[in-house]
């Protein structure tokens, strides 16, 4: 039998994520998919699901959800407290919730984003070969809100998984992120290049799936415009005026300002813990080097989760 | 340096690389859409994404080194055919051109030197070409012909711009297959469907082929908007 989710709050934002609709950028469609694919993978993993399967992206604030029937369920993210009808749960780790329970997810204090995994996952069709939503065209979906629910799928069995505690993944207010020097990084000057690689920056408070803005060292030679052309989830761009703008898993494919950086591969799940007034270093890297870290990061990873790509 | 050869072509050395897309300067429009194409029926690419001038594609560095994926997207460059341009479809795109859908029309008429009332059958004349998709999943940039007086962005973008909005800015149309933000003049409004995800391919318009603009009045609008 298969029951529903009930979306009681849905906090600042809420929406399904799973495989990203990849392949589609040369019509301007970004793949969407989770902002941090590795927290999804790691709350399927604790309920046994495949390690990209939908799950719900919650950001920041609290969250609250009603159960019509019994299912496993896993929190992992930035969200550090639960609790399941007012009994507290903790986070990285299965849960059994009874049929008629309502699940709270806390506010997070570091990072942003926290992902809820429940066993088999939701009765979702797929969208352009993706099960993950693109808010701003509203393709595959939306923001979820009070009122809406989810089919589930229907459920494995119980199970008692916990993130082992090498892989808990600890949020903080300071990260870095390895980057390559960008397509049009030889505009800069030698001192804005030294400063973008070698001065911290803060995130600024405009920050969501589409991007951020990062604060810090003022780059004083600022080339002009180009012609539109390809940029990425984690591009930085330097607009005309105003700060740096490193783009998100939702910014749209193609753009006009000059693009001086870009976050590897291998780095860019991080990306979607980025927030308001945390301080953010730029590494600097080499394409080869990149792939390196890409093998190394995921040689660890799937010693729990074999199949996991990034 | 590759383990494919040591050698390098000028065009390869333009090449930006990154550690897994790349970008090459491409601004011979049949050549990057032959290319865009060729590109986009090989399975080493994860994406492939035209720009106005250049061309670039995303690759899975666990399979695709650096090297060789520059390698790869040369050689397929190099045995792409350009083809005839006559060979290009053409979209008929009905706009409705009425004031309460043109609001930055005499602006746009003034820098283009023409009466507000000939602004439609101005844009209905001019033969354009999709250069590419960006922007918003379908926003469709076209390239008219003839040389087009550029149009400056408005100095305060809109919060939402609707659906099937019709704009000009630099010597280029763009069409809003979604309501957003955005600071394009407005000139007109089409009902086309331009991005539906039922639809396969979703977006009515890709890079390449020909746009033809007919003018429609407000109740053909409504009709057409209906179905």
């Known amino acids: 039998m298969s029951g529903r989710l009930h979306i009681l709050d849905g906090g600042l934002q809420t929406s399904l994520q799973g495989r990203p609709m990849t392949g589609h950028r040369h019509i301007a469609l970004p793949g969407a998919g989770p902002a941090d694919p590795v927290t999804l993978a790691l709350a399927n993993w604790c309920v046994g699901n495949a390690w990209d399967m939908a799950g719900l992206e919650i950001t920041l604030s ?11 369920v896993a929190i992992c993210g930035a969200a550090i407290s639960a609790d399941i009808d007012g009994t507290p749960v903790d986070t990285g780790r299965s849960h059994r919730i009874p049929a008629g329970a309502a699940l709270r997810i806390h506010g997070a204090r570091t990072g942003v984003r926290s992902y809820l995994a429940v066993a088999g996952g939701f009765a979702i069709a797929e969208t352009l070969g993706g099960t ?43 990260i870095g992120l390895h980057c390559v020097p960008g397509p049009e990084h030889g505009l800069l000057s030698k001192t804005d290049s030294d400063a973008l690689f070698g001065q911290p920056f803060t995130i600024a408070n405009r920050a969501n799936r589409i ?67 945390m301080r953010l270093r730029l590494l600097r890297t080499d394409p080869g080097k990149a792939r390196e870290l890409l093998r190394r990061k995921l040689l660890l990873w799937r010693a729990l989760i074999p199949d996991l790509r990034l | 340096m590759s383990a494919d050869g040591p050698f390098l072509n000028a065009d390869e050395l333009a090449i930006y690389v990154a550690d897994d897309w790349l970008s090459a300067p491409m601004p011979d429009r049949p050549r990057r859409l032959a290319a865009t194409q060729a590109l986009l029926g090989r399975a080493d690419w994860e994406e492939v994404v035209p720009g ?70 101005w844009h209905a004349a001019q033969k354009w070409t999709v250069d590419m998709i960006g922007f918003q999943p379908g926003f469709a940039y076209c390239r008219a012909a003839a ?17 099937g909005s019709i704009g000009l800015l630099g010597g280029l149309c763009g069409l809003y297959p979604f309501a957003g933000p955005g600071g394009w003049p407005l000139i007109g409004r089409t009902p086309a469907a331009l991005f539906d995800v039922a639809r396969n391919p979703p977006s009515l318009l890709r890079a390449g082929v020909r746009v033809r603009f007919t003018a429609i009045d407000r109740a053909q609008f409504d009709r057409l908007r209906r179905r």
Do not use: K, W
Request: include cysteine; proline fraction near 10%.
């Open chain 1, 62 to 72: 609290a969250a609250s959800f009603h159960f019509d029937c019994a299912a496993t």
């Open chain 1, 132 to 174: 993950s939503t693109y808010l701003a065209g509203g393709i595959g979906g939306a923001a979820l809100r009070a009122g809406d629910h989810l089919a589930l799928a229907g459920a494995a069995g119980p199970l008692d998984r916990n993130v082992p505690p090498a892989y808990r993944q600890v949020m903080t207010d300071e």
């Open chain 1, 211 to 277: 991007g951020c803005a990062l604060a810090g060292p003022e780059l004083r030679a600022r080339p002009g415009g180009i012609a539109s052309a390809a940029v990425f989830p984690g591009t930085l761009q330097a607009p005309p005026s105003g700060p740096p703008f490193l783009l998100g898993i939702d910014a749209q494919t193609t753009g006009g300002y000059p693009r001086i950086a870009q976050v590897v591969r291998a780095d860019r799940h991080s990306m979607g813990q980025l927030r308001p007034g």
């Open chain 2, 52 to 121: 106005l001038d250049s061309l670039a594609v995303r690759f899975d560095p666990e399979r695709t080194g650096p090297d060789t994926a520059r390698l790869l997207f040369a050689r397929t460059l190099a045995s792409v055919a350009v083809e005839e341009d006559s060979a290009v479809e053409t979209f008929d795109i009905p706009v409705c051109y009425a004031a309460a859908f043109a609001p930055d029309a005499a602006d746009v008429a003034r820098h283009l030197g023409l009466a507000a009332a000939n602004l439609p059958s």
């Open chain 2, 147 to 163: 040389d087009v007086m550029p149009i400056p962005r408005l100095d305060q973008p809109r919060q939402s711009v609707p659906e």
